[in-house]
């Protein structure tokens, strides 16, 4: 948890889309990272939506969840936000109650006597209006 933890969520992040919803994200870290150091959990009301599900868009680019490992050359940078996408309908003008954990991996901080990356994880608790 950190001091930017409270702008990963603004209050016009969820969105009702054709054929499901979105969630529009923003980094909590003060540096911009490839999406294959981002992973991510979503709870909606409680009930947690299978990652499997999650389509990732960032810079115009939309790719499957499987594929974040392999997304080193594609950046979200500070001041962008990406985008979850799941087919699962919501109701536009309902309220929320949304658990995102948002968790990065920091590639050029190693810890410990493994030398793994720095894990900067967040949860962002946050009651939304589906736009």
Not at 29 to 57: H, Q, V
Not at 90 to 95: A, I, Q, S, T
Not at 103 to 109: R, S, V
């Amino acid at each position: 948890m950190g001091p930017l933890d409270k702008y990963i969520l603004k209050d016009d992040a969820l969105e009702a889309t054709k054929n499901g919803f979105q969630l529009k994200f923003q980094s909590h870290w003060y540096r911009a990272l490839p999406l294959s150091c981002m992973d991510f959990n979503l709870k909606i009301n409680g009930k947690e939506i299978d990652k499997n599900t999650f389509k990732i868009k960032a810079n115009g680019n939309e790719y499957r969840y499987d594929e974040l490992p392999e997304l080193d050359k594609e950046w979200l940078f500070v001041l962008d936000r990406g985008i979850l996408e799941v087919e699962q309908p919501l109701e536009k003008g309902k309220e929320y109650e949304v658990e995102f954990k948002y968790d990065l991996y920091i590639p050029y901080i190693l810890a410990g006597s493994q030398a793994v990356p720095l894990l900067a994880s967040s949860v962002a608790y946050k009651n939304l209006i589906c736009q």
